[in-house]
């Protein structure tokens, strides 16, 4: 049966074995630079990448492309590779975005949220882990995300949820480079826990009130974070030369 054939008759047609492995080594690498085990503007070599995550060159190439196209990494022809750089305007960016539309998010969740659902995430947020600093950023911001979400999902928004599921992953960056190298944990847990209590109570204005205090005051915490880690690693060695990928609420 010919493709076509297959897709009229409803039959899914399997996945390469290749794209398979190169979709899995792209997750993989995305989550490690998202967060910032592979530093910003880290360069590498496919040969290095390759033998850190014991990859395949047909899954090697295939998640670079990917990758790429994301726009995190970009290609050095015949230097290898280098991971897109935070900058400080990259901070502002995001935050202008977030103060804009958490807001919205959070009046018109007002009233519909789950609440024992949002008290779970805002306590996993808080949770400390036995593991090391780096580790428990990456708890925090997993749980983090989810908070928001939740929000974004409940105010029933579609469009709105996906702009701010891209923003988050973002943020996700420049909270683990602002927060995970400074090797300490966010931590102003007041709001997410009055968020909650305005949401459930559906009072749309106090919630919004609450939403866009909440981020104007994370966007201070990280700016000045992230400032000191591009200072502290204002020229980031290549893999080769450092021997490895060096590697609340928001």
Known sequence: MTEQGAMRSGKN????????????AYELLRR?????RILPGSRFTEA???DRFELGKATCRIALQRLIQGGFVSSMPRHGYKVTPVTVKD?????TLRVALEPIAA???A????????ERLEKACRVRTPADVGNQIDFFLEANRSFHMAIADAAGNKRLSKTLSGLLDEMTRL???GFGVQRVRPNIENDHNLLIEHLAAGDANAAEIVARRHVETCREMVMEKVIMSLRDSAELMPLEQSGEF?????
């Open 111 to 118: 009233g519909r949220v789950n609440r024992s659902h949002l």
């Open 107 to 109: 009046r018109g969740a």
């Open 32 to 36: 490690e630079i998202i967060s910032c």
């Open 246 to 250: 060096v590697g609340a609420e928001l």
């Open 13 to 24: 047609l399997a996945v390469p074995s290749a794209t398979l492995k190169g979709n899995q």
């Open 48 to 50: 290095e990448l390759m």
């Open 175 to 177: 909270v683990a480079l």
């Open 91 to 95: 901070v502002d960016e995001v935050f």
